[in-house]
């Protein structure tokens, strides 16, 4: 009989008269909390408010945190309104809900810290990565390239400085095509495309030898 009276109102008349609490269970997530007020005061004085921030302040939130508060299917939402107004009694049961990423984080060691991966390197195939290079050396190289041998400078320095500056360029993409990989399944085909890529950037070289002579 005991047991029964006490599912129904949150609390039992056979409660020893001797205690100085009333008692509040919250319920957050797997976790429950005993709320205390000082015996008598939630049947008479104590607000939904004051719940609410004695709820907070056992979870380690501030004030101004969001939570939301039931008891028997009731949303406890006016603060001004007395807990009696919703039924609720010492030994009472009140569901707590609140957001995850409100709640404070777990202490975490530097051990058990996880290192973001480093962005994954794009793989070029073979075959893109020297049409990549001849794409350069007919849009932009060979372009500088005729406008020196149409234009030289007449100072012997300038004349050699260019000349210095557009074969490093060529160069730069010779070795751009070594590091082409010839071994794959199409490799013949890769070796033979670059081969021809080779040959038009050492004619290239010979064009720029040309220019580069005492006038």
Avoid: N, W
Avoid at 79 to 89: C, F, T
């Amino acid at each position: 009989m005991k047991r029964f009276l006490k599912s129904v109102t949150g609390s039992s008349i056979f409660d020893d008269e001797s205690r100085t609490e009333d008692i509040i269970h919250v319920q957050q997530g797997a976790k429950t909390y005993t709320i205390t007020f000082p015996k008598g005061d939630v049947d008479t004085k104590t607000t939904v408010k004051d719940l609410r921030i004695a709820v907070l302040t056992a979870l380690g939130l501030e004030r101004d945190h969001s939570i939301k508060l039931l008891f028997s299917g009731s949303h406890l939402k006016d603060d001004d309104a007395l807990l009696s107004g919703y039924k609720v009694k010492h030994g009472a049961k009140i569901l707590c809900m609140a957001s995850k990423s409100k709640l404070a984080p777990p202490p975490t060691s530097s051990s058990s810290r996880s290192t973001p991966e480093p962005p994954k390197k794009k793989v070029i195939p073979p075959m893109e990565k020297i049409e990549i290079v001849r794409k350069h050396i007919t849009g932009t190289v060979l372009p500088l390239v005729e406008a020196f041998e149409a234009s030289p400078p007449e100072d012997e320095a300038r004349r050699r400085d260019e000349h210095h500056r557009l074969s490093e360029t060529v160069l730069g993409e010779m070795l751009k095509l070594d590091s082409v990989d010839v071994d794959g399944e199409d490799g013949a085909e890769v070796r033979k495309k670059r081969k021809v890529m080779v040959k038009e950037l050492h004619a290239i070289l010979e064009r720029l030898d040309k220019v580069d002579k005492p006038l």
